[in-house]
């Protein structure tokens, strides 16, 4: 019975991994096709160039890889104000403040029911001029202001799945709510906002190519100019679809390491 | 048992009324004043309104009329006020409410440094002094998880009386546990009373209020039905409501 049972499980295993397997060979071909049927000529040798060369023994920095810097930039610095923006609404949100709730909700309604290319136009031709900031803070600023509204919905749910029975106790110690925050309820919370909020930053990366619309050189704008200078369209686009696929893998991977740590320690 | 010798008055509750959000009248024009080292226990059937009358007393629920005062401080909207009365009055849950992410010893020592502003030092040794008191110091460094029921709720006794509090108040202490650890938790209990700590039970033990309490109050629907001394209470109730619910609870 029981061997059956777990032959079952194998063998579905198995099924789903040709499943797999089929579905992505099949996408390949089909690509491959689809490229031959447009008289495609690959040219994968002309990519490395643009990813980087060496000159007098010295590496050198191709497009590609200047424009994942700015990526990497925008991402790392959007991140920070995102759990930020989202902790401080999530805060507001909770609070016994009218004012802060009503300002609160205004934010998320707003971020939430328009369009983030929309946002990011908004940021740069209304308000950097008036705030009398560059395009890449106003694309980090826009880009925060967006995510940062998820990421309080992630914190909230959090915060209110931790047993009301902590707050009366803390309270009733004399603990301010500052201190009850900080050292009864987030810790608590952390263990169910981690894993959601990973998958903030990973929407984090991809959304961050949305800002070369306000012609910032990050990594996806340059590969547009590439593309369009070269007609390396498809190699050029798989590279860096390959490169925002790595950067999201080991995001998640460094945070479920952490998860696992900190589950351990408690 | 009567050679107690109780102070002024530390609490005085004055015709105060609790009506909920959803319309429930939990607390009707209640009033009652509660002398230092008095023990006073707290009785009614479920839904009468005791929970609620101990989590208006130290602000955990807002009251809508009356007043209460506690050690001469008013209860109001005034932040200052209602901190001040947190800090003397402890309170001990029915589930405990310890914090599961910290040790046993972290759990009494917190408030101790964040509140009272006590050195590491000084509010470890002081937790470890109540700890030795509740009879479980060599749980010191676990986490509540690991405990059983009644030592749970003996080290949140334990975290109560770390902020030196001037009252303290017990909902239902030994509801949530199993029988066998009943007895440890009331005889902790007890030492404090003896101790002359001043006390509000909400219990269904009546052996303990009848050995310990010096006052008991019997409520129902929010309102006070009758109260008296243990021994007349027990003994000569007055009201049909409490011949009844004694009736159905001894
Ligand atoms: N937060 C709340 N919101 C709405 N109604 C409440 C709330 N807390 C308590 N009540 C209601 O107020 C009344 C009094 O409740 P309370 O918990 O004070 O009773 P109790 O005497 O402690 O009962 P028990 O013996 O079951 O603990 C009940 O009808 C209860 O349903
Ligand atoms: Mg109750």
């Known amino acids: 019975m029981r061997s059956s049972i777990l032959l079952f499980c194998k063998r579905h295993h198995l099924l789903d991994i040709s499943a797999y397997l089929v579905l992505m060979v099949g996408g390949i071909l089909l690509l491959l096709k689809g490229a031959e049927d447009q008289g495609y000529y690959w040219q994968w040798f002309r990519i490395p160039k643009f990813l980087y060369h060496f000159e007098d023994g010295r590496f050198i920095a191709g497009p590609i890889l200047e424009g994942l810097k700015i990526t990497l930039n925008i991402t790392w610095i959007s991140l920070i104000l995102t759990y930020i923006i989202g902790l401080v609404t999530a805060l507001m949100r909770l609070s016994n403040s009218l004012l802060a709730r009503g300002v609160a909700r205004t934010y998320l309604e707003i971020t939430r029911n328009t369009p983030l290319l929309v946002q990011i136009f908004f940021m740069y031709f209304v308000i950097a001029p008036i705030l009398d900031i560059d395009r890449f803070t106003a694309g980090v600023l826009a880009l925060s202001l967006f995510e940062g509204s998820y990421a309080s919905e992630i914190y909230r749910a959090g915060i209110v799945a931790v047993n009301k029975g902590q707050w009366e106790a803390s309270y009733t110690l004399g603990l301010g709510t500052y201190q009850n925050y900080r050292y009864i309820i987030l810790p608590q919370a952390i263990r169910r906002i981690l894993p959601p909020l990973t998958s903030q930053a990973i929407s984090l990366i991809k959304d961050s190519s949305l800002v070369s619309v306000i012609a910032i050189y990050e990594m996806t704008m340059n590969a547009n100019e590439i593309a369009s200078e070269t007609f390396l369209v498809f190699e050029i686009f798989f590279t860096i679809a390959a490169i925002y696929l790595a950067l999201a893998i080991t995001l998640s991977q460094v945070v479920a390491y952490f998860e696992k740590r900190y589950r351990v320690v408690s | ?250």
């Open chain 2, 1 to 250: 048992m009567s050679a107690k010798q109780f102070g002024d008055y530390i609490i005085r509750v004055d015709s105060i009324g609790k009506t909920f959000d959803n319309g429930v009248v939990a607390l009707k024009n209640f009033s009652t004043n509660i002398r230092r080292s008095e023990v006073v226990v707290l009785i009614g059937p479920s839904g009468s309104g005791k929970s609620t009358f101990l989590r208006c007393l130290n602000g955990l629920e807002e009251i809508d009329t009356g007043s209460i005062i506690v050690d001469g401080i008013l209860l109001d909207d005034n932040k200052k006020n209602r901190l001040e009365i947190r800090k003397e009055v402890g309170m001990v849950f029915q589930h405990f409410n310890l914090f599961p992410h910290l040790s046993v010893l972290k759990n009494i020592t917190l408030a101790q440094m964040l509140v009272r502003k006590k050195s590491k030092g000084e509010a470890e040794d002081e937790a470890m002094q109540l700890l030795q008191k509740v009879n479980i110091a060599e749980k010191a460094n676990v986490f509540p998880s690991q405990l059983s029921g009644g030592q749970q709720q003996r080290v949140a006794i334990a975290r109560a009386l770390a902020m030196k509090p001037k009252v303290m108040m017990f909902d239902e202490a030994t509801s949530a546990l199993d029988p066998e650890m009943i007895g440890e938790v009331l005889e902790v209990m007890k030492n404090l009373a003896n101790e002359g700590m001043t006390m509000v039970v909400v219990t269904h033990e009546m052996g303990f209020a009848k050995e310990v309490s010096d006052w008991v109050i019997f409520m129902e629907d929010g309102m006070k039905v009758e109260e008296g001394t243990a021994d007349h209470f027990f003994s000569d109730p007055k009201m049909d409501r409490t011949k009844l619910f004694l009736s159905q609870i001894l």
